[in-house]
């Protein structure tokens, strides 16, 4: 079993950044890739940054360039930082891990941005 917990969430203005980190805890060492999705009202959710440990990283058109993806491998923490954002950026953001066959998913954190 893994444990993600999000934070870091919140209300910017346009144009502002923001930092979300996902902890891993639990069978963290099996965890080979993690990621962040997000769903916005009234739409499905989707992928916007995603990590397989030791190989690619890969963005959502929509924030390639905007947003970044890393890692703390000692501290098996997920960090996406977020800037030039944009009120579409608004949306629930999700923490993803992926373990020996299982997907995890965080609470969510709730991301704003006003225009």
């Known amino acids: 079993q893994v444990q993600l917990v999000e934070s870091g969430g919140g209300l910017v203005q346009a144009g502002g950044s923001l930092r979300l980190s996902c902890a891993a805890s639990?069978?963290?060492?099996?965890?080979?890739?993690m990621g962040w999705y997000r769903q916005a009202p009234g739409k499905q959710r989707e992928l916007v940054a995603h990590m397989l440990f030791g190989s690619n990283t890969n963005y959502a058109e929509s924030v390639k360039g905007r947003f970044t993806i890393s890692r703390d491998g000692a501290k098996n923490t997920v960090t996406l930082q977020m800037n030039s954002l944009k009120p579409e950026d608004t949306a629930v953001y999700y923490c993803?891990?992926?373990?020996?066959?299982?997907?995890?998913w965080g609470q969510g954190t709730q991301v704003t941005v006003s225009s």
């Open positions: 993803n891990a992926f373990s020996r066959g299982n997907t995890y």
């Open positions: 639990g069978s963290r060492f099996s965890i080979n890739a």
